[in-house]
């Protein structure tokens, strides 16, 4: 099982887009993404200063730009034929994985990334806010310490990690008065991303994706709201347009991750933050950051080495294997009958129970159970995996 993860902002450092210059092609291309971006992407990858690359409405269109190139060197030019079993990004880079699900085109994402990279540069700029990483600690007291000051808990990467975001007086108190047991990192970065901060942004990059046709991803697509499979385009849009303005759970992803049986994370570039967090939270997980051009043999060899669904490559077929996800957030109850009951054409693969509504969760078409990712009387979210199923026309 492979996944391939896209990073967010924070991840770039000054000339980091060199080496992948040297492919053939990519100046060109970069040219082409640089109208869309409205943003010079060739200076900021590779002369910019660190206050430059520092500054949102060019850090994102770059992140995107730099995952998108290093897919399409892994799949000979085009990045949405990436073969993988899912996807995720964090942040930002949403967009980037959302090409490689066969969401959105590349000139699409180039086109929203540079409005919401300047959308959010122009939020920043209505109030002095700003962003603490909080390391350790009890989290349930490092939560209600942030509740307090009235910051909000705008990226939650993992067990102990959690990114403090609010206005620069709201984060003097927090550092003044911190949980215990827990370190304060103040983060380099222009204002409260994921918080209500962001909320003019919100509406300028739904505008932008109201001119785009998304397609539905061919391949599974976790979302950062809640770690969800996500199966319609028009939904995955919607997620990402609410995202800029709400916390980014990288956590729920990863827990996702683990109960889909992830045996391989590649991390496009610039790499490493992703691949730092699934040390500690997925181990015995084969990882890869793929940093410069000089890593794409290893990552292709991990490819070939796991991935799971060998037609993940092309966009022209459905995978062999779906999920079946939870229709709405309750208590899923197994199917009375078993897997050979749920076997049958239209049979029960469950129920939800949600504020006293049944809801029943179905196959559209003969499936056979390859495995159950929820148990009897758990607690489930609207678009968790319940299911790994077989439909027998691919078999």
């Not at 053939?24 to 993404?33: F, H, K, R, S």
């Not at 109030?127 to 307090?148: I, K």
Request: proline residues 8%; hydrophobic residues 45%.
């Amino acid at each position: 099982m492979l996944i391939i993860t896209a990073p967010g902002q924070g991840a770039q450092s000054p000339g980091f887009l060199n080496p992948w210059l040297e492919l053939p092609g990519v100046t060109e291309l970069l040219g082409t993404w640089s109208e869309l971006a409205g943003c010079d992407l060739i200076k900021a990858g590779t002369t910019a200063d660190a206050d430059e690359v520092r500054d949102t409405a060019v850090a994102q269109p770059l992140l995107v730009a730099a995952g998108l190139i290093a897919a399409a060197a892994l799949d000979d030019g085009d990045p949405s034929r990436l073969p993988a079993d899912a996807v995720a990004g964090h942040s930002v880079g949403e967009l980037t994985v959302g090409v490689v699900a066969g969401v959105l085109t590349a000139d699409d994402a180039m086109r929203l990334v540079g409005v919401r990279g300047a959308a959010m540069a122009a939020a920043t700029r209505n109030e002095p806010t700003g962003m603490t990483a909080v390391l350790g600690g009890d989290p349930d007291v490092v939560l209600e310490t942030m509740e307090r000051h009235g910051l909000t808990p705008a990226n939650v990467n993992a067990a102990g990690q959690v990114v403090a975001a609010g206005t620069l007086a709201q984060l003097t108190g927090f550092a003044a008065d911190p949980p215990p047991r827990a370190r304060l990192r103040p983060l380099k970065v222009a204002g409260a991303f994921h918080t209500q901060h962001m909320a003019p942004a919100v509406a300028a990059l739904r505008d932008a994706a109201a001119a785009i046709r998304p397609q539905d991803p061919v391949t599974t697509l976790l979302s950062n709201a809640d770690g969800a499979a996500v199966t319609t385009g028009k939904e995955w849009v919607r997620r990402i347009v609410a995202q800029v303005a709400a916390p980014v759970r990288w956590d729920e992803c990863m827990r996702t991750m683990a109960t889909l049986g992830v045996t391989a994370i590649i991390e496009l570039p610039p790499a490493g933050t992703l691949i730092s967090l699934a040390k500690r939270a997925l181990p015995g997980v084969e990882l890869l950051a793929v940093k410069t051009p000089n890593d794409i043999n290893a990552a292709r060899d991990l490819i070939a080495g796991h991935l799971a669904d060998p037609t993940a490559a092309s966009h022209g077929h459905l995978p062999e294997w779906r999920l079946v996800v939870a229709p709405v957030s309750g208590t899923f109850r197994a199917p009375a009958g078993g897997a050979s009951a749920a076997s049958e054409a239209g049979g029960d693969l469950g129920t939800i129970i949600a504020r006293g509504d049944d809801r029943p969760v179905t196959a559209p078409w003969p499936t056979d159970i390859l495995e159950w990712l929820a148990e009897d009387g758990d607690p489930v979210s609207e678009g968790q995996p319940l299911v790994r199923v077989l439909p027998r026309e691919a078999s």
